[in-house]
Every structure is written in C-alpha cells, then in structure tokens.
C-alpha cells in the first residue's frame, strides 16, 4: 500500500534555529513529491515539486530535496512567520491523485 | 489570476441531511481534486475531474459524489449526513501538464450535528 510518513510530528524551534523535516515514502511508482504549507483555517499552499532523486529546490528560506526512498525540506534561520504545518504528498505513477503524509506542525519562537 | 475560490466557507447542518460544496478553479485549469481533511486522518482524497468525467476515485462510500461542468467548475455533494462528515472540503485545480501541481482553495468546513 502506499504510505507517506512525516516526522516529527511537531517541532518547536527559537528563531534561528536551522533544522530540517523528513518525509519517507513506500509508493508503487513515485510520479512526483510536493511540499505544501498550510496555516490554521486555511487550504494548503504549494511550495515545491519535486520529480527525481538528487533534486533540489530552495525558495528564501526553504530547501526542498528527494532521495529514492525520502525527501527533507530544510529550513535555514527560519523567523515566527515560517510557524505552520508542512505537508508532503506523493503522486503515484498512473493514478490522477495525491497521497499526503500527517504532516509536521513547526512553530518557531521569537 | 484569482486563486481557487469555494462556497460556502461554513456550513452547519444536521445528520441525514444533504450538502452540496461549489469550487471555482484557477482560470484555465481542467482538473479538479476533493480532499476531506481531518484531525485524525488527515488530507485524504475523495474524487478528481478532469473535462467533466471522474478520472480517479478515493475509498470514500457512495454517499459522496460529485460533478464538473463544462466551466471546470465543480460540486460535491454528500447525502445522508453522518457526525463523521464533519471536515474541512479542500478543493484543488491543476493544468493538465506534467507539473501537476495542485492549487488548493481555502475548503468548506463542515460541521454535522
């Protein structure tokens, strides 16, 4: 079965303070990974697609990159605005659909 | 471009009844996902239309329908209301490229008395 996990579930970071959340996948085919952001209340934003192993994206302070079997999206001196749940999502080869990981709640303390 | 816009924004309604949800997508965008999203189980997807026909399909039960016209705008509606209904509705629009990158709305909450 396809699965998509996340981890941590939730991170509390002081502003500054680079880390980087996980995001592991057993799919049948992987067509495509993608990063959502998503504030309370609020439909997800798009941030990254990401399509063959070695990939990388950035955008200010987020880095998005993929192995074969994971993906991390690292964030760099990240400031309170970048608080939100981040969100990881497969599209699996031959079905029009998205499988999303539980996602992790970062919150970043000033 | 506006984004993907959704109506109603809330909803209250009672077990047994019937809703309907309305998603507007980004103009140009043939494809439209549902997604219901909840504490428990998170995003999970219910259906996706492309040019008016349901191309893929989530394990969600019959209660849960939709439809797209041929504006690409979409409705889903969901009969017979059960307290487990109560959600967050996510609708997303993507062009047919190979980006496929979807763009979400803000969702219909949905709460079930």
């Known amino acids: 079965e396809d699965q998509v996990t996340q981890s941590p579930e939730a991170l509390r970071l002081q502003e500054g303070e680079s880390s980087s959340l996980n995001c592991s996948y057993t799919?049948?085919?992987?067509?495509?990974l993608f990063w959502y952001r998503q504030d309370p209340g609020k439909g997800p934003e798009f941030l990254f697609t990401?399509?063959?192993a070695g990939e990388e994206k950035e955008k200010e302070r987020l880095k998005a990159t993929l192995t074969k079997k994971e993906s991390f999206l690292h964030i760099t001196a990240p400031k309170p605005e970048d608080s939100a749940t981040y969100l990881c999502?497969?599209?699996?080869?031959?079905?029009?659909?998205?499988?999303f990981g539980q996602g992790t709640r970062l919150t970043i303390n000033p | 471009k506006a984004g993907v816009t959704q109506t109603p924004r809330y909803l209250i309604k009672t077990r047994g009844q019937q809703v309907t949800l309305s998603c507007s997508p980004i103009?140009?965008?043939?494809?439209v996902s549902w997604y219901q999203q909840t504490p428990g189980q998170g995003l999970q997807f219910l259906f996706e239309?492309?040019?008016?026909?349901?191309?893929n399909k989530g394990n969600f039960p019959g209660r849960f329908s939709g439809r797209q016209f041929s504006n690409s705008r979409s409705e889903m509606n969901v009969s017979t209301l059960e307290l487990g209904d109560s959600a967050l509705y996510l609708c997303?629009?993507?062009?047919?490229?190979?980006?496929?990158?979807?763009?979400f709305g803000p969702g219909t909450r949905l709460t079930v008395t």
């Open positions: 799919v049948s085919g992987l067509r495509g």
């Open positions: 999502a497969v599209l699996i080869q031959g079905a029009q659909k998205l499988v």
């Open positions: 990401l399509y063959s």
């Open positions: 239309y492309f040019s008016e026909t349901q191309r």
């Open positions: 997303a629009s993507s062009s047919s490229g190979q980006g496929y990158e979807q763009y």
């Open positions: 103009s140009g965008h043939r494809s």
